[in-house]
């Protein structure tokens, strides 16, 4: 087997690794934001592209979500295909009408004669001792807009293939990363091309006792507390739907339908949010092989803490998912 | 005006019926006439007809209960009608919430109080699986982390099942009836037997000629059973002592001559009965017969169908018996059993003749009758077999 095959790269590597090979491939894919040129981004995630492409192609913006968001859509309509960088994704609030209004709504309203391939990457997950507004993971809010695609990577090997893409769908996509992967976790990437589609859930871990739903952030804790319920002697299926939307409802049911019993885990707002969508559709899809009721885990409905123990009890951890998993299985 | 719905009595002696399942829900229209409820007597499974329309509420009484004769189980009111005050219990506060929504919404239930302990919670998969495979979840102990029913404990359940009854059928309402009740008979009843063999050439001729008249009068197809039951209860009017029932150790005298008839129904046996049979002309008796056999076999006879039975006759003659001995159904004293009617080689005036030749055997209680008396019954019926149509005049 060649050296290649068992290439590991960190996230941000994956993330920048396919930003690279895309503006190579594509002289229409440029990258805008705060500090995405000489800084690399606070997050060191872009280290290396200026040197590449050119102060042209990765430009830094002013302070100004709104402003350099509506600059990518027209960029975007009129031919060029951004990459725009939302470096903590609190601040996607104050791009939601250049996303949700314009970027969302322009290829349905034009009938179909302008498009938006743009691309939206930003960050989301807590316990980076942020607080309450660089903490938040709001990929709900879109993945509530008809129009937008939701991609929410776990892996390195995921970012990589769903952000290229993402770059070449010719529709507006946002794309959230775990800003605590970016650097900690690693894992194998080819150095062959390849590319993910969308809507295609991935099975990180085969089961047959208890399906854990996880995005993004807690697909690692998932993998965690099925290693402990393992000891415990139950299995556990991990499956990580990688989109929000389009979302693979038909493996999600599926799962459910194998294992009788679940637990959708998202670092967002359960109130309303990625969890509930996940539940619903699984709850009308595998209600009559349902053991138990489908649980949700997700963020503590409360502003996120500054005060790391705080913190760090608004997020679901193993061991709460385990000791979630066991008494769902009658076990605890 | 509300309408009780009350555990009715379907024969003399019955104290107590088994409300095996409604066929309405708590809050559903009803119609009068449309099956209520399913109870079970010592001798039966029976549907019970709504006695009137309206709403169903107050259903006090949940599937499987033992209820006695008599006693309220629902009410029968008009659509915004409130319960009546006696059937609301006086402990509870529950007067305003058992009023009935006026559009009568079906399946809304309103007692949720009295049905919570009897429903026990199951998963959605659980309760698919105990439904197609067969379980009985209210036997089912739940194991879910608050006693809920969970998928495990139906499919435990189920295997259990599988093994101690692997070639084994489940028994039907009328089966599980069927085996109690013989059991009771034949442990408890002292039965004799008598056999007589009898020239059914008269009941031949007999059903040949009569049989024109009343298919155009009754529009009704005469068979030996009808004429079996018209001969035997005109016979039985002479020997009150077969007629009689055994009761707690007295003998009564049944005032009417009811004749049960043995029905082969899917997974038993029932008796449905031809009232004063002794009073019934052979055209009725026919017709009462065939309608009798028709809901038999649909599954739909009423409570007054099978009540009351006095003497009860049964005929394997179609199925090619000869003869047989029958088990007496208390607390009747005796029942009669009818092998087919066949040529047989016999002596006709000292010559070798063949002659259509019948077995009658009589089961008696010997606590009510003795071999001469009831000798004397069964000589007269043979007699009677001999001369009908002067029987039947």
């Known amino acids: ?332 | 005006m509300a309408i009780s719905v009350v555990m009715p009595a379907l024969e003399i002696a019955q104290e107590t019926g088994t409300l095996i399942a409604w066929r309405k829900k708590e809050g559903e229209q009803v119609a009068k006439g449309e099956t209520l409820l399913e109870i079970e007597t010592d001798k039966a499974v029976m549907e019970i007809e709504a006695p009137g329309d309206g709403v169903l509420v107050g259903v006090k009484v949940h599937e499987g209960a033992v209820v006695p004769v008599g006693q309220t189980i629902a009410w029968i009111v008009a659509p915004g009608e409130a319960l009546p005050a006696e059937a609301v219990p006086s402990s509870t506060t529950t007067t305003l919430s058992a009023t009935v929504p006026a559009r009568a919404a079906v399946g809304v239930a309103h007692t949720p109080h009295q049905q919570d302990a009897s429903v026990a919670k199951i998963s959605p998969k659980a309760r698919r699986l105990a439904r197609e495979r067969g379980v009985d979840i209210s036997k089912v102990r739940g194991s879910g982390p608050g006693g809920e029913i969970v998928a495990a404990d139906v499919l435990t359940d189920a295997v259990q099942h599988t093994s101690s009854q692997r070639s084994a059928e489940p028994l039907t309402s009328v089966g599980r009836l069927m085996a109690e009740r013989t059991t009771q008979s034949w442990t408890t009843v002292p039965h004799f037997f008598l056999v007589q063999e009898i020239d059914a050439s008269a009941i031949v001729a007999a059903r040949e000629h009569l049989a024109p008249a009343i298919e155009k009068t009754n529009g009704v197809k005469l068979n030996y059973t009808d004429l079996l039951i018209a001969l035997v209860a005109r016979v039985l009017a002479k020997h009150l002592r077969l007629n009689s029932s055994w009761s707690d150790g007295n003998i009564r005298l049944n005032p009417e001559i009811n004749i049960g008839v043995a029905m082969a129904v899917d997974g038993g046996v029932v008796a449905a009965v031809i009232h004063q049979a002794d009073r019934t002309k052979l055209g009725e008796i026919a017709v009462q017969r065939r309608d009798l056999t028709e809901r038999a076999r649909a599954g739909r006879l009423r409570p007054s169908d099978i009540a009351g039975a006095t003497f009860t006759i049964t005929n394997l003659g179609m199925y090619n018996v000869d003869a047989f001995s029958a088990i007496i159904t208390p607390p009747q004293a005796a029942i009669l059993a009818v092998g087919r009617i066949a040529d047989r080689v016999v002596p006709v005036n000292r010559q070798p003749g063949i002659r259509p030749m019948m077995t009658l055997t009589l089961s008696c209680d010997h606590r009510v009758t003795d071999g001469a008396t009831a000798a004397t019954f069964l000589s007269d019926v043979g007699e009677a077999f001999g001369e009908p149509e002067k029987q039947l005049s």
């Open chain 1, 1 to 332: 087997m060649p050296e290649a095959a068992h290439r590991e790269l960190t996230f941000a590597q994956a993330v920048r690794e396919a930003l690279a090979e895309e503006m190579r491939r594509d002289s229409r894919v440029c990258i805008f934001g705060e500090d995405v040129a000489e800084a690399g981004t606070p997050f060191k995630v872009l280290s290396g592209l200026v040197e590449e492409f050119g102060t042209e192609r990765v430009v830094d913006t002013p302070i100004s979500e709104a402003g350099f968001t509506g600059l990518a859509v027209g960029a975007a309509m009129t031919g060029l295909r951004p990459v725009v960088d939302i470096m903590f994704g609190d601040f996607i609030t104050l791009t939601m009408d250049q996303m949700a209004n314009q970027a969302a709504k322009v290829h349905y309203m034009s009938g179909g004669k302008w498009k938006v391939p743009m691309v939206m990457r930003t960050t989301l997950g807590a316990t980076r001792r942020s607080a309450a507004q660089h903490s938040q993971s709001l990929h709900a809010w879109f993945s509530h807009v008809p129009g937008l695609k939701v991609v929410l990577p776990s892996t390195p090997y995921d970012a990589k293939g769903l952000l290229k893409t993402a770059i070449r769908d010719e529709n507006p996509v946002v794309f959230f990363e775990d800003k605590m992967m970016h650097h900690k976790l690693k894992g194998p990437v080819p150095s062959e091309e390849y590319t993910i589609p969308f809507g295609v859930a991935d099975v990180k871990r085969a089961g047959s006792d208890i399906t854990l739903v996880a995005t993004s952030s807690m697909v690692q804790v998932a993998l965690g507390a099925a290693a402990l319920l393992e000891a415990a002697g139950i299995s556990a299926e991990v499956i990580d739907p990688r989109t929000t939307w389009p979302l693979d409802e038909a493996s999600l049911i599926e799962s459910a339908r194998k294992t009788s019993r679940v637990i959708v885990m998202d670092e967002g707002y359960g109130r309303y949010g990625v969890t509930a969508e996940i539940a619903a559709v699984i709850a009308e899809g595998a209600f009559y092989d349902l053991d138990a009721p489908v649980k949700r885990m997700g963020a503590m409905h409360v502003p996120i803490p500054f005060s790391p123990p705080l913190e760090d009890a608004t997020v679901p951890t193993e061991q709460s998912v385990f000791e979630a998993a066991q008494a769902l299985c009658g076990r605890s």
